[in-house]
């Protein structure tokens, strides 16, 4: 038998819309059959008029799933009343019989009252959301050189603000609802809102889906293209985190606890939990990465800094994106010395002065745990370069022998060394200068 899927995106309030579409479909010949994981199937039949019906039932309780098991008795009811119970999804019933068919009114007096609690919970996770994508926008804003390194912080910079309006136009289309419920009562004739309006919404909300999926499905895979280690720390945790949501939901079903108690239990089992899977995992990729293959690409430099010492420390990064396709910094210290260099390149070359111009603004304006960093135009002799600036926190722009940070640009590659020794003496001038231009000369895995 020929089947149909689409997707099903409506929302607790078009539930008007949800008994208009799937009569609309049966006219067609296309009978819904069931609905599974956000997915509707309808089956070919002879094209007839139907009458659906749809009913919010049970009310849904705090962090708990569904227990299918206790609405059996309801949809039997209805069943004898003359109706076909069709399919459920979450607290949506779905019954329908044929319009020449006789048949009981549906009992749907608690409709409006099981949307309404509903709406309230989900209103205040919704809040909770909006108020957490206000701080990260407040954070990611305006933008850093560091959101363009990774296809998920440029993601970020697009997303957060667009799922922020959604969500806040959500709560107050909910907290619209819950006020007119007021003075509404059970009665659910009154609740008569515009198809158009309803369908306009859906269409809204549809393609604020699809811009999401889409648009992380792209980040995610760019990101594994370019650091598949960086994508398993950021995002197993999450899963970790979301699987253990579910199985917590399932738990709770047809347990007497209170509300509080479900919440407090919920966070200290799933933060501690995505807290260590964290560790693990960050752990256990430190562990699989050799030295040798972290250094590969700063072997000579290395050399170069460390020729008679042995580095107490050393760390390497890299990342990528689609606007940044290199992003290397290495870092190495002793008792008495502590060497970070950073290589950008591979962007076109107004991205280019845009992320220096960034980088200069950065420090400038923001500087790292309220140390507000100096900036001063450099001069440089031995190096070919567009621009170029010194970077200085206050002690070491009162005390030269301190170090400071050098930043370079030079076509589409930008550079920045930071030192700790003393700048003023020409033996170290020189020798930066000459790290500088080789570093500017070639790629990276050539230095």
């Known amino acids: 038998m020929k089947k149909k899927r689409e997707v099903f995106i409506y929302n607790l309030l078009d539930w008007p819309l949800m008994e208009k579409h799937f009569s609309d479909r049966a006219k067609e010949g296309w009978l819904l059959k069931k609905i599974r994981f956000g997915v509707a199937t309808y089956e070919r039949t002879i094209p ?146 515009s198809m158009k309006s309803l369908k306009m919404f859906r269409v809204f909300e549809g393609m604020m889906m699809f811009m999401v999926t889409s648009t992380l499905a792209l980040a995610i895979l760019g990101d594994i293209f370019h650091s598949s280690i960086f994508i398993v720390r950021s995002l197993l945790p999450v899963f970790i985190g979301l699987t253990l949501g579910l199985v917590l939901r399932r738990f709770f079903a047809g347990r007497e606890m209170s509300s509080f108690a479900k919440g407090v239990i919920v966070l200290l089992v799933v933060g501690v939990t995505v807290s260590t899977s964290m560790s693990w995992v960050i752990q256990g990729l430190d562990d699989l990465e050799s030295e040798q293959d972290q250094m590969i690409a700063w072997k000579e430099g290395t050399q170069i800094f460390s020729s008679d010492e042995k580095w107490l420390y050393e760390d390497f990064e890299q990342r990528a994106s689609f606007l940044v396709p290199v992003y290397q910094r290495y870092r190495g210290y002793t008792d008495d010395t502590d060497v970070r260099v950073t290589v950008i390149e591979g962007m076109t070359e107004s991205m280019t002065k845009h992320l220096y111009s960034l980088l200069i603004a950065d420090h400038q304006k923001y500087g790292r745990f309220t140390i507000h960093y100096k900036v001063e135009l450099a001069e440089l002799t031995n190096v070919i370069y567009d621009e170029a600036h010194f970077v200085m926190t206050p002690s070491q722009w009162e005390n030269p022998e301190n170090g400071r940070q050098l930043v370079v640009r030079k076509g589409t590659k930008i550079v920045s060394i930071h030192l700790t020794q003393d700048w003023n003496d020409p033996l170290w001038t020189d020798t930066v200068e000459n790290w500088m231009a080789d570093l500017l000369l070639g790629s990276v895995s050539e230095t």
């Open 48 to 193: 007839e008029n139907y009458d659906f019906k749809v009913a919010i039932y049970p009310k849904v309780k705090p962090f708990e799933s569904i227990n299918q098991k206790q609405i059996e008795p309801y949809r039997l009811k209805q069943i004898n009343k003359g109706w076909q119970f069709i399919s459920a999804y979450q607290n949506i019933q779905v019954f329908c019989k044929k319009m020449n068919e006789e048949a009981l009114p549906l009992e749907r007096k608690f409709q409006l009252e099981n949307i309404e609690s509903h709406k309230k919970l989900e209103t205040f996770s919704l809040a909770l959301l909006i108020i957490i994508n206000l701080f990260n926008i407040f954070r990611i804003y305006p933008p850093k050189l560091q959101s363009f390194t990774t296809n998920m912080g440029l993601f970020a910079l697009i997303i957060i603000p667009l799922m922020t309006l959604f969500l806040t136009i959500y709560v107050i289309r909910n907290i619209r609802f819950i006020h007119k419920r007021s003075e509404w009562g059970d009665d659910i004739e009154k609740y008569n809102p």
